[in-house]
């Protein structure tokens, strides 16, 4: 399919914008049908872009799973949100997800205020549908939809896969014509030490949630592939203070 003629392939990148914790990672992994992109409850958890890769049909769509838009105080909080505009401003189609479940709240505010202030239509996807009555729903789409240039507006849930066919395929024909950018069987463009680093985080996050802050990480020292087709991973894990190492490793090292 990567050697056919451009007019019978469309190809493009989709830009995935939203607030912390909207569920832009949990939509990405339903949207390519694998794991790449790690879940936790803390904010703020996806720190790069992250692209995924899934085919719709003669389509290939190349998703970008950028960080969680908010009000910025640290230079990394500042780096984070810079990256998750610089991926929107780059994509074909930008797909702005919303917890319909929480109140609206400012960050959701300021980045209708930057779509309006770029210029940008975009697709609006309400998330979390199955955790809102329906007359709050419609409420929170009309509203929203008052407020910026969305075509069209979907209700989805991305845990549980509502909706997000119908969403895949009006993406898959919105993308411009032209040949596929990656091999068919490739998911995502990160190496796999670095999705590898990226699950051990997320498992950090996951067991030590209140106790290790945000900008813990993870490092993939050594891949070693063996004979059997298992593969050897050394990993560091870095965190703010020495008291925080020992939370990490648990009493006597044996966590």
């Known amino acids: 399919m990567a050697g056919a003629a451009s007019e019978q392939t469309r190809c493009g990148y989709v830009a995935l914008i939203g607030a912390p914790n909207s569920g832009k990672s949990t939509l990405l992994n339903r949207l390519v049908g694998q794991k790449l992109a790690i879940v936790t409850p803390k904010a703020q958890t996806t720190r ?69 202030e770029r210029g940008r239509q975009s697709i609006l996807a309400l998330n ?4 809102i009555r329906r007359d709050l729903l419609l409420g929170l789409a009309d509203a929203l939809s008052r407020q910026g240039h969305f075509d069209p507006i979907f209700m989805i849930s991305g845990l549980k896969g509502d909706g997000v066919d119908d969403v895949k395929r009006h993406l898959a024909a919105s993308l411009p014509q032209g040949p596929w950018l990656f ?35 993870v490092e993939t020292e050594r891949w070693q ?28 090292g044996r966590r």
């Open 48 to 116: 790069t872009r992250l692209l995924g890769i899934a085919i719709e049909g003669a389509t290939q769509l190349i998703y970008v799973d950028t960080p969680g838009i908010f009000a910025p105080r640290r230079r990394l909080d500042r780096a984070m949100v810079a990256a998750a505009w610089s991926g929107a401003a780059d994509a074909d189609e930008i797909l702005f997800l919303v917890d319909a479940s929480r109140n609206r709240d400012e960050d959701t505010d300021r980045i209708l205020a930057s779509l309006r």
């Open 183 to 217: 091999p068919e069987d490739q998911l995502s463009s990160a190496p796999e030490r670095l999705i590898a680093a990226e699950v051990t985080r997320e498992q950090v996050f996951l067991l030590l949630h209140d106790e290790i802050p945000y900008t813990s990480t």
């Open 128 to 131: 979390k549908i199955d955790l």
């Open 225 to 252: 592939a063996k004979p059997d087709g298992s593969v050897r991973i050394e990993q560091v894990i870095y965190v703010q203070r020495q008291g925080q190492r020992a939370i990490v490793l648990g009493e006597g």
